[in-house]
Nanobody, 117 residues
Framework: QVQLVESGGGLVQSGGSLILSCTAS????????MGWYRQAPGKQRELVAKITNGGTATYGDSVKGRATISRDNNKNTVYLQMNSLSPEDTADYYC???????????WGEGTLVAVSS
């Protein structure tokens, strides 16, 4: 089993920046990538960014150019920095660990990011 704990959410002013972090514990060898997804009210969950153990990053179209994902393998932690935030970025942000076994993915409990206009 893998546990994911997120931190860094909160209220941010439009145009501001934030950094989210997600730390994995437990059988971390069971995941090959970690990333962030978000879900706004009434919308589907969407990819924000993910990064593999090897450091390959993928970004969702809505954040390209505004987000940077990085990881510290020694701490089993990934970081997401987002800049130029707008109210459209308001959502619950979830950390996800992609499992090496089919169907075995892991999710954090989520952290709310609210961007004020």
């Amino acid at each position: 089993q893998v546990q994911l704990v997120e931190s860094g959410g909160g209220l941010v002013q439009s145009g501001g920046s934030l950094i989210l972090s997600c730390t994995a514990s437990g059988n971390v060898g069971n995941i090959y990538a970690m990333g962030w997804y978000r879900q706004a009210p009434g919308k589907q969950r969407e990819l924000v960014a993910k990064i593999t153990n090897g450091g390959t990053a993928t970004y969702g179209d809505s954040v390209k150019g505004r987000a940077t994902i990085s990881r510290d393998n020694n701490k089993n932690t990934v970081y997401l920095q987002m800049n130029s935030l707008s109210p459209e970025d308001t959502a619950d942000y979830y950390c996800k660990g992609d499992g090496i076994y089919h169907g075995m993915d892991y999710w954090g409990e989520g952290t709310l990011v609210a961007v004020s206009s």
